[in-house]
């Protein structure tokens, strides 16, 4: 068997840490699944919203420290790799212990993100029209006036975290990166192909049937390959970061 690790999973824009909780009870019991719930929603609903992507980041680390001690690997998708990365690099930034290996999951590179895709997003009807046309919300939201008003504050807030974002020129990150993406998202294959340089370590990636939420169409897939993925990794411990130049 594997050795046991900790796997955070960073919820997409406008969801919470539930749509990670169906994986306990397939994944193997070598692999703790940590789901992180972010500020504003889920368990976390009456806290107010972060809206900008450094204090968020920052503050994940901060929360989740006691989570992210021995063996433990970050995952998000969409907007949930971008944190897991940004997290990686806060990370190694403090001198903090380092993820034994990133899954970006649904995302274009952080260097090839498209700077208009939030553009005209600020009102009810844009945010509802972008929901309906990524898929992945369940028709119960759309009709339910309440659970409607709580996911678009919760949207609008998370794309104002992704617009906040600038990528910055550092060295890659001294881990395994493993990028999944679905054949028929929008993202092009080259954006997200460059994720390959932000690792030093060894990159993977990995294609399914399916739009944008292809982790929930093809989910016995995903998570059949995620497994062995981590199995595949380091045995050690995690290890404290080096500064770097």
Avoid: N
Wanted: aromatic share 8%; charged share 20%.
């Amino acid at each position: 068997m594997a050795a046991s690790l900790t796997l955070l999973c960073l919820p997409c824009a406008g969801a919470s840490a539930t749509m990670y909780l169906r994986w306990r009870r397939q994944l193997p019991q070598w692999i703790h699944l940590a789901p992180v719930e972010l500020p504003g929603r889920g368990g976390r609903l009456c806290e107010p919203p972060v809206e900008d992507f450094a204090q968020l980041v920052a503050q994940l680390c901060y929360e989740q420290h006691g989570a992210m001690q021995g063996r433990f690997v970050l995952l998000g998708h969409s907007m949930g790799a971008l944190l897991a990365f940004g997290m990686a690099r806060h990370l190694r930034a403090m001198g903090r212990h380092l993820p034994l290996a990133l899954v970006a999951s649904g995302s274009a590179a952080p260097s090839r993100r498209d700077p208009g895709r939030f553009a005209d997003k600020g009102d009810d009807a844009a945010l509802i029209a972008d929901l309906r046309r990524q898929g992945g919300t369940p028709e119960e939201v759309f009709a339910s006036p309440e659970l409607m008003r709580i996911t678009l504050d919760v949207l609008g807030a998370d794309y104002r975290v992704c617009e906040s974002f600038v990528h910055a020129a550092e060295p890659p990150l001294p881990m395994p990166l493993h990028v999944f993406a679905g054949r028929e998202d929008e993202i092009a294959a080259e954006r997200i192909e460059t994720w390959s340089a932000e690792a030093a370590q060894g990159f993977s990636l990995d294609w399914f049937d399916g739009g944008h939420f292809f982790i929930k169409q093809r989910e016995a897939e995903v998570l059949s390959v995620l497994v062995r993925h981590l199995a595949g990794v380091p045995r050690g411990e995690a290890h404290a970061a080096r500064a770097f130049a």
